[in-house]
């Protein structure tokens, strides 16, 4: 950076990028993948935050629509990641490391549903489908950027999962959750939920913090059903996103290595 460029950040106390906290929201184009982008982004000049977009045109559309928000108060960018296909996952992972050289934390949030809710069974094409998205994508992805995560200071892997996925909520019959279908969804999430037991298992001797976060129930496009979740007064994904990023804050590291969600829950697996 030349040096009136850094004279003009020094002046104004803006942090260079070399100082901010990067973050990569997977997802990041919609829905709470979107919400926790514009909520990190202005909650502080410290924060950058990558949006991991699969579809790069509707991508860079996003980063604009987001940067010309007048509460972003740290800075933004994109990256394209389909987590899906591994040569995708490389490419991210190497523009990551030459734009920024380390990752502070990484948020899975990318994930599907595609079983209408009336289904009772799902059919193995959504079955596969559905775990190649919500688990094995974030699996392969983390362990891409787990490298660049060891460069940070203070690492965190958020997993965005569902209290659906607990089996101890689905065994107890009297509470609503049980009754809950989207069998193959379920699945995914108690599959990405002891993916992320694991990944703390074995990072946490690197200083790695992990969470399993339940969005809750939230206004998103996810089941198709957005209009009725809406008309039923359900909450926004904005709540979710302040969730997020109070586990990035550190309000939730007395959890780390848990399942937890909004408004400060804790579930049992």
Not at 27 to 33: E, M, S
Not at 56 to 78: F, M, R, T
Not at 103 to 130: F, H, Y
């Amino acid at each position: 950076m030349p040096v009136s460029y850094r004279l003009l950040y020094n002046s104004y106390n803006i942090p260079s990028m070399s100082e901010k906290e990067i973050v990569l929201v997977t997802g990041g184009t919609n829905g709470i993948g979107l919400d926790t982008v514009i909520y990190i982004a202005s909650a502080s000049p410290n924060y950058h935050v990558i949006i991991g977009a699969r579809n790069l045109s509707k991508g860079e559309k996003v980063l604009k629509d987001v940067q010309a928000k007048s509460s972003i108060q740290g800075s933004v960018s994109l990256v394209q990641l389909d987590a899906n296909e591994d040569s995708s996952i490389a490419a991210a992972a190497k523009k990551i490391k030459e734009d920024f050289g380390h990752l502070d934390t990484l948020v899975n949030n990318a994930g599907i549903c595609p079983e209408p809710e009336k289904e009772q069974w799902p059919s193995r094409e959504v079955m596969r489908s559905t775990f190649e998205t919500n688990v094995f994508g974030p699996t392969v992805l983390t362990e891409a950027l787990v490298p660049l995560l060891k460069k940070s200071s203070s690492p965190r892997i958020i997993n965005v999962s569902s209290i659906v996925g607990s089996t101890s909520a689905i065994s107890d019959h009297s509470s609503p959750i049980s009754a809950v279908k989207y069998p193959g969804y379920r699945a995914s999430k108690a599959a990405l939920n002891m993916i992320t037991a694991y990944q703390y298992a074995q990072l946490k001797e690197f200083g790695f913090k992990v969470w399993a976060f339940c969005p809750g129930y939230v206004v998103t496009d996810l089941g198709g059903d957005r209009e009725q979740r809406v008309e039923n007064g359900i909450e926004s994904s904005e709540t979710s996103a302040k969730g997020v990023l109070q586990i990035i804050q550190g309000e939730r590291d007395a959890d780390v290595g848990g399942f937890v969600a909004r408004y400060g829950e804790k579930y049992e697996w």
